[in-house]
């Protein structure tokens, strides 16, 4: 679906970031660049059935758009030099959970998934769920499957255990994890290639289960009630008004 075509433009993209340039050949990228992507995200919405139901390919929700938000960067070139997309769950919000992704850029290919900036309160809920189901996310990221295909598990670590866990807790190696990715990279010129859509299909399978995982631990913290500090109940009604015990987190 990719061909040379569209690496070679994604190429001189990246020497003419420019909106006058770009415009002069949107027809190149919506035929070379978006109009294979889209096919690309057509095809997946079917296969995802088979194995990711819960997982989005849509191009109003999936594609990435080609012009960069430069408000609060240093870097004012006004456009992205790869096109990529991102295949989050139906049980989420919009740029909420754990996902897959992949794209494709002048000088290479990366196709993966997982996690790349769980917030504070997510990341608490992973860790949690990486302590009290041990060592199953240690079978997951060991499983053949996984190994083979993306190597295992990568991403920023801490250099020591976070608090509220004992150093030598049997999980400690993935409670460090501050991100939580599985993927590959290939050369660019790999997205012409006949095997690229197999490929993609293969690695997306591989990890799919990392994203079920990290998906599971924040949905189940999403609907457990809060745990709230110490505090005798009222036996005033008057007092019923007042403000609800202030909650206190888990770890």
Known sequence: MFTKKTVSFLRALKRNNDREWFRERKEDYEQHV?????????????????????????????LFRIYRDTRFSNDKTPLKTAIAAHFPSRHFA????????????????????????????????IRHQIAATHPRLHRLVMAPAFKKTVGGLTGDRLSRVPNGYVKDHPAAHYLQFKQFIGGCEYEAAFATSPRFYSELLHVFKAVTPLVRFLNSAMLESATQPPVLADARPSRDRRRTASPPPVATPMW
Do not use: C, H
């Not at 978006?34 to 999936?62: C, H, Q, W, Y």
């Not at 909420?96 to 504070?120: H, N």
């Open 34 to 62: 978006r109009g294979p992507m889209i096919e690309v995200l057509g095809r997946l919405s079917t296969d995802f059935n088979t194995f990711a139901p819960e997982l989005i390919a849509d191009p109003k929700v999936s």
């Open 94 to 125: 919009r740029n909420q959970g754990a996902g897959l992704y992949f794209e494709v850029a002048p000088s290479w290919v990366w196709i993966g998934g997982g996690m790349y900036m769980p917030s504070t309160s997510d990341l608490q809920a």
